[in-house]
């Protein structure tokens, strides 16, 4: 199991650009509009399409994900995300 961030909060934009340093190339971004986000969640049928289309609007926004709290919880040694990109780029 992989966990997503650092001892610090970070963004999903700054995971790309962290990506993108290990592996010495750009990455395609394509930002979708607040409006069709909303859109998308304002149609979910059920909770779990709501859920997860509000998560989705949280990822668009670059909110970081704090893990002081996760780190609290569960006894792990988390990975930082540049050696994560390096091992991952590199095994590829």
Known sequence: MHELGRPE???PLAVVKLFEQAGGRSFEV???PEEALQAQQAAATDTMQQS?????RCYAQGDPIEMSATLKTFAVQPTMVEEYAKRVL???
């Open 90 to 92: 590199t095994s590829t």
């Open 52 to 56: 997860f289309s509000g998560l989705i």
């Open 30 to 32: 394509q930002h979708v």
């Open 9 to 11: 909060a970070i963004s």
